[in-house]
């Protein structure tokens, strides 16, 4: 596709239900990375692939969050019972190795 | 571990002037990339420049330049001629020989019209 795109573009939940947030990477693009940004903060590293390397999980903020991704194209990032502190705008961002990110325009959570 | 550091949460420069936004950082390798994205109201982050560690010379784009001075691990974008558009959140970023990129807390650049 033309660039990275992210869906859904806004979610809103109900406080302890799951949710599933997906990010479609640029094709070709060997390294795909999840932030977490609330409102009027920084971009807070959550999860990284590169290629068929092991991701580098450091950022996750506890167990109830973890990302798959297939081959090097579709990743899907999962909360599982959602806290209200989870409220943030999740973007993702793609690169070919040794590049800068291509960002998607991100997915706003919102747990009520 | 590798940081990035910027120390002005908050800028203001009057329409049609210079503004520098700061930027440090904190890492022992020598061979790295180094970036300021731009995002906007409509939270679309957008490249605005890189720098490649082992080049000597600033990296330019068009209105908006770098200083990178490599023994201070600094890394600042000047911003001339304000426009209106420029006004949104800076972010620097350092991206090490594994690819993981980290990223400043951000600077939000109001543009005085």
């Known amino acids: ?112 | 571990a590798q940081t990035v550091t910027q120390s002005q949460p908050e800028m203001s420069v009057q329409e049609a002037e210079t503004v520098t936004l700061s930027c440090t950082y904190d890492t022992s390798e020598s061979d790295y990339y180094l970036f300021w994205y731009k995002q906007p109201p409509s939270r679309q982050m957008i490249l605005v420049i890189r720098q490649e560690a082992y080049k000597q010379q600033n990296a330019t784009e068009n209105r908006f330049s770098v200083n990178f001075q490599k023994a201070a691990k600094s890394f600042s974008l000047k911003i001339s001629d304000s426009q209106l558009g420029d006004a949104a959140m800076y972010f620097c970023a350092y991206r090490n020989r594994d690819d993981k990129i980290i990223f400043g807390k951000g600077t939000r650049l109001h543009i005085l019209p």
Do not use: M
Request: one cysteine or more; hydrophobic letters at 30%; a neutral charge.
């Open chain 1, 1 to 112: 596709g033309a660039g990275v795109s992210q869906s859904p573009s806004n979610k809103v939940t109900e406080k302890g239900k799951d949710v599933e947030l997906r990010c479609d990477p640029i094709s070709g693009h060997t390294a795909l990375y999840w932030y977490r940004q609330r409102l009027g903060q920084g971009l807070e590293f959550l999860i990284y692939f590169q290629g068929n390397s092991a991701p580098d999980k450091s950022g996750l903020p506890s167990d109830r969050f973890s990302a798959e991704r297939t081959g090097e194209s579709v990743s899907t990032l999962t909360i599982q019972r959602t806290q209200q502190e989870d409220s943030a705008v999740y973007l993702c961002a793609s690169s070919l190795q040794g590049y800068e990110q291509f960002f998607g325009p991100g997915t706003r959570l919102t747990v009520l």
